[in-house]
């Protein structure tokens, strides 16, 4: 194991990989605005909707091919394969690019490493956001969603309401967060929502493939409600592995509250609350609480490391959740210092990465 690897990656990280939740939605206003349009803005020329939707990001213009291999570059066309409905606003989404377009498979190529994501572009109103295929992609091109539609949100409400043929556009590979092996004694993973797709497609791409035997992997996931929890697609493989895999993959489900139809019986029960100190204490065998929710779904099997090991925090989801856990992004899209739960549990800035 190697301290300093972690750090130095963490460093690179700073400086190359997105956000999950917080940079989408401000993307399109962080370019900077060219003259002209900072004039006609001071003129009340142009309203910020307005600016919203048409700014001309050089990256949302980039060109569409059908013609080069998928790439962060340009535009490739997709076709719609299915769409179904997943929980009260949120679906899941198969879309397929033509085979002959994927990228040479070089190994040599880490563009598909995990954990990365494409921007999906709303031909409507020529704005993209970042989503994350929860398996990668397959040698057929395919590729699938759990996408979440906000009430007011662009992209969201465009791709529910997308129907199996209709043709999308996207660009990528893009890194999220690359994933290294045998730095990380543990990674516990902290989601909330679809903050939790990042962290699938790890386990989709590394944990539930055993390539890297050392590290034990905890994700605790809060939804609002039982209906909102991920989709039989997403819990059942995680559930499956973490009861047949106790000691190497860890599960821990939180709700806001227990409104509503209950979450399917063969789940962990979810424990009421939001994920807080006490939780990923005792995911790490700190707490000493014999009826704690972790004993009773796990028995007496705790981990037994000290919270200054070598353990690695991914944080994603909304944004108050992200504050209140490891603290608030820093400015200018940095990471800012740890605050939050990790703060008061002495976590140094180096074991903390908010996606
Ligand atoms: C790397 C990465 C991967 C991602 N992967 C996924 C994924 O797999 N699945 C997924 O569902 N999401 C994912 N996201 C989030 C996604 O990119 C979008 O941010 C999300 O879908 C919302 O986009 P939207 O266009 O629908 O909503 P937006 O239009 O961006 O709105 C988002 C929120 O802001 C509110 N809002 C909109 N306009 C305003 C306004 N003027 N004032 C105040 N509030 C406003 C909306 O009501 C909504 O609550 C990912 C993000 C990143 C960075």
Known sequence: MNRSTGHRLLC??????HRFYSQSRSQPRRTHLPRTLTFALGLGAIGCTSLYF????????????????????????????SNELS?????????????DL?????????????????????????????YTPLEGIDERGCMLFWIKKYPKGEVGRWLHAKRPGDQIALRGPLATWPWKEG??????????????????????SVISRQTDQNTRFTLLHSSRTPADIPPPH????????????????RLGLFVDSFDGPAAPS???????????????????????????WWTRIFGKTQP?????????????????????????????FSQGPVGGVLREMGIPSKQVWKL
């Open 54 to 81: 048409f700014y001309p990001d050089p990256s949302r213009s980039a060109p569409t091919s059908a013609k080069v291999p998928l790439s962060p570059s340009h535009f490739t066309p997709a076709i719609v394969l």
């Open 266 to 292: 063969h789940l962990p029960k979810a424990q009421i609350g939001r994920i807080g100190r006490g939780a990923i204490e005792q995911s790490l065998g700190l707490s000493n609480a014999q009826d704690s």
């Open 304 to 332: 037994a490391k000290p919270v200054n090991g070598n353990i690695l925090f991914l944080v994603c989801g909304p944004d108050p959740m992200i504050s209140a856990i490891a603290g608030p992004y820093g400015r200018n």
């Open 102 to 130: 994927l990228p040479p498979n070089d190994p040599a190529n880490p563009s598909f490493a995990p954990i990365w994501s494409v921007y999906i572009k709303d031909d409507d109103i020529q704005v993209e956001r970042p």
């Open 87 to 99: 929980g009260p606003d949120t679906k899941l989404l198969q879309v397929t690019v033509a085979p």
């Open 234 to 249: 997403i819990m059942d493989p995680l559930t499956n592995y973490a009861a047949e895999n106790s000691g190497r993959f």
């Open 12 to 17: 690179e990280l700073r400086r190359t990989t």
């Open 183 to 204: 730095v990380w004694d543990e990674v516990v993973m902290i989601s909330g929502g679809t903050g939790i797709t990042p962290f699938y497609q790890l386990f989709h």
